[in-house]
């Protein structure tokens, strides 16, 4: 040791070990250019978390199932930088997947078992495939079809309750990079996750919606029974009611409320005994007064509860046949007193019983029918449904014509009021 002293050779190795090791000021450097780097991840996560929680937000208030997808690919596309997205929802009776809203593409629908999102929902699990063209799993008859050339795939499955899956949240093409990453993944199963309960919430409200509508047309459907003239008339007058609010611009809910509520406007006839429902030709004036209380026993029925549906079918049930000009029935009340509900299922009816042929009177053309509502604007009807029905006239004969066929099969319409999106 003394020796290599004396002869320099262990000083010059430090000197060697010093000039390998970088400057302080090099290494600081360097620790900052990590550390910088981590917060700019940092940053990347927290902008997209609370963009991810906004989306929760966002879509708690929503129950329309098409508004919920159009949110989720909308999020998806922006939180996660990619090209297209899609989410998938599975027909598991028809055995295939379809994209009832997709941004950036037409609606898709594909074999439950084929493509990446096929393989999604057979394997249960993410697939992050980075040049889909070298997968074997990857269906290009869509990209043919389109024109569109697809890159990459993130794909997650949506899940319910039971973990049965029940969609596929898909995002295409990671903008100004390759392909997607692990935190890409992170962000899909956690988008997926929100997803899959708020799709779920979704379809089993439109299922309770579509019970309680087929319920609501049966029990109807029972008054209506009695009164052979009109088998297929609830279904339209519902049709054009929804026609005439959608007009008036009134908000979603409240037009679905009217769809479902106009049907029982006659269920008091259950109350009017049948050789007066069923008379052929017309009434004398002690009949008349009998069947004129078919609206009072439709309000007895309805009224009392605390569900809004219920609450407007009991008010339509009660004054669908009072008049603007305050010669109506049962309570003879004037103008804006009749509640709006009211004022226009009873345009509604009307039109439909004079487009149709009754007992006691021949149908008349679409032409001559519109020409009497016209009439009785600011007598029978108020003004603004009955401008309302000007407005929308041109929907009004394309329900009559859907219906014409169904005229043919009394009780069963061409087309049912409700379609399930
Ligand atoms: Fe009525
Ligand atoms: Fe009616």
Known sequence: ???????????????????????????YKKTIQQLQNKIKELNVWKHRLSMILEFGQKSS??????????????????????????????????KVLWSKVAIGTEPIRIPIDKGIAGSVV?????????????????????DKKTGY???????????????EVIGVFQVLNRKGSASFDSQDEEVLTLLAEQASGVVENAQLYLEIKKIAYETIIRLAGAAEYKDHDTKTHLWRVAQYSGILAETMGFPKEWIENIKMAAPMHDIGKIGVPDHIINKPGKLDPSEWDEMKKHSQYGSEILKGSDIELMQ??????????????????????????????????????????????????????????????????????????????????????????????????????????????
């Open 1 to 27: 040791m003394a020796a290599l002293k004396k002869s320099g050779k262990m000083t010059s190795r430090r000197t060697v070990a010093k000039r390998q090791s970088p400057p302080v000021s090099l290494r």
């Open 61 to 94: 208030a929503i129950t329309d199932l098409d508004d919920l997808l159009i949110l989720f690919v909308d999020e998806a596309k922006t939180v996660l930088n990619a090209d297209r997205a899609t989410v998938f929802l599975v027909d598991r009776k028809e």
């Open 122 to 142: 057979s394997m249960g699990r993410l697939l992050n495939i980075k040049e889909v063209y070298e997968d074997p799993r990857f269906n290009p008859e869509i």
């Open 149 to 163: 050339r697809t890159r990459s795939i993130l794909a997650a499955p949506l899940r319910n309750s039971k973990k």
């Open 312 to 421: 407007m079918s009991a008010s339509i049930a009660l004054h669908h046949h009072e008049r603007w000009d305050g010669k109506g029935y049962p309570n003879g009340i004037v103008g804006e007193k009749i509640p709006i509900e009211a004022r226009i299922v009873s345009l509604a009816d009307v039109f439909d019983a004079l487009t149709t042929q009754r007992s006691y009177k021949p149908a008349f053309s679409i032409e001559e029918s519109a020409t009497i509502i016209h009439s009785e604007s600011g007598k029978q009807f108020d003004p603004k449904v009955v401008d309302a029905f000007s407005k929308s006239f041109s929907k009004f004969v394309a329900i009559r014509e859907q219906f014409k066929k169904a005229n043919d099969h009394p009780g069963q319409p061409a087309q049912p009021i409700f379609v399930v999106k």
